[in-house]
């Protein structure tokens, strides 16, 4: 069973302490303020690739509130390998949030290829983490488009307080990779397209555009996903 390190961010306000996993809930934080945002270090275990098995969060630590602490922003800078970051889409709890960034971090390293061991970054939104059934859309999915909508601005204040650090990476010659699973495309597309956000939150374009738009990622089924690492035809760059 293998262990991962995952250094997140969320919009979810917790009910009760931050370093417990059940305080995360479906709430928001003001659509209108990213102040508040928590950012900390999540450990999981007990991943198992071949068995499909998302493992569970341990301990939550280095907590901070606004922004990475400066021992987690240091940690993601100097690496000493390419960097990850995940945002989830719908029917994704705070920790199916984790677990499913710590299954995909493990999932590309399991390729073997050097590129593809990366450190993994998890945004996280507030989804109920309902799954769908039947043909007509439920209360749950409509909610998680709503939550997915409030949440723009929070998404942007991440990738702005990502930048000096991807940047700082990338000064040692590692690359990015964004992986961004369902519901949460359509809001990375929405403002990637109109670059709408508070001028505090605006990250410059010679850092986010030389991500690639998408990679291959598993899904809770990964027996009809690819594997992607650096290189191969499932990862898309640009130069």
Not at 9 to 26: I, M
Not at 150 to 176: C, D, V, W, Y
Not at 190 to 214: F, H, V
Request: a positive charge.
């Amino acid at each position: 069973m293998a262990q991962s390190t995952v250094y997140f961010a969320t919009n979810r306000p917790p009910d009760g302490p931050a370093d417990e996993v059940a305080s995360y809930t479906t709430g928001i934080q003001p659509p209108s303020d990213s102040s508040g945002m928590i950012y900390g270090t999540a450990f999981v275990g007990g991943i198992d690739v071949a068995g499909n098995v998302q493992g569970t969060v341990g301990a939550i630590t280095d907590i901070s509130v606004g922004r990475f602490s400066p021992d987690a922003a240091g940690d993601l800078a100097d690496a000493g390998r390419n960097l990850l970051v995940f945002i989830h889409g719908f029917d994704n709890s705070f920790s199916d949030a984790l677990t499913r960034a710590a299954f995909n971090r493990e999932w590309l390293s399991a390729s073997k290829a050097e590129a593809a061991d990366m450190s993994v970054v998890a945004f996280s939104w507030p989804s109920l983490g309902e799954v769908l059934d039947g043909p007509v859309l439920p209360d749950a999915y409509k909610r998680d488009q709503t939550m997915a909508r409030l949440s723009g601005q929070h998404l942007m204040t991440f990738f702005a307080n990502l930048e000096p650090i991807l940047t700082a990476a990338r000064a040692q010659g590692r690359k990015t990779y964004l992986l961004a699973h369902s519901m949460a495309i359509l809001r990375c597309r929405a403002r990637w397209k109109t670059g709408s956000c508070m001028a505090t939150a605006r990250p410059t374009c010679s850092t986010w555009r030389s991500w690639p738009p998408a990679i291959a990622a598993p899904t809770r089924s990964t027996s009809r996903s690819r594997r992607a690492s650096a290189g191969c035809p499932g990862c898309r760059e640009r130069s």
